[in-house]
């Protein structure tokens, strides 16, 4: 499975690497520091097989946010069809509302210590790379 995890802050992405490293399913997780860095990853892989299945992205980056990322995610036809779950370290109800209209698959709220961020991957893991059928 190949996922790109938009993340600015590096403790957080590397609790979030360390955690799918313990996953039975093979993860490749690609780093983007900023919504403008995705994008350009994302425009030059977007056809399979190098497409990533999933999308992990945290709202609060620097330059394109978030938010600004999923609007041209979703506005884009080569890109839309790749699921985009949010990972964030907001809990507000405006946050959570916003990210649906806006088409993301799912939110998650950060979690604050390593157990719980290997349990948001193994919940990934269970629905996103064993349930669900996914098409990049």
Not at 17 to 34: G, N, Q
Not at 67 to 87: F, M, N, T, Y
């Amino acid at each position: 499975m190949k996922v790109l995890l938009v993340e600015d802050n590096a403790a957080d992405a590397y609790l979030a690497r360390l955690s799918f490293s313990r996953l039975a399913t093979p993860v490749e997780i690609v780093v983007a520091w900023d919504g403008a860095q995705a994008l350009s990853l994302l425009r030059g892989v977007a056809a399979p097989p190098h497409a990533p299945d999933l999308i992990l992205l945290d709202l609060n980056l620097p330059g394109m946010n978030g938010w600004e990322l999923l609007q041209r995610l979703k506005s884009d036809e080569a890109l839309r069809r790749i699921p985009v779950v949010i990972l964030s370290s907001s809990r507000a109800v405006d946050d959570v509302r916003a990210g649906y209209e806006m088409c993301a698959a799912a939110y998650v709220a950060k979690p604050d210590n390593a157990r719980k961020m290997d349990d948001i991957a193994a919940n990934i893991e269970s629905f996103w790379f064993k349930a669900a059928t996914l098409t990049a």
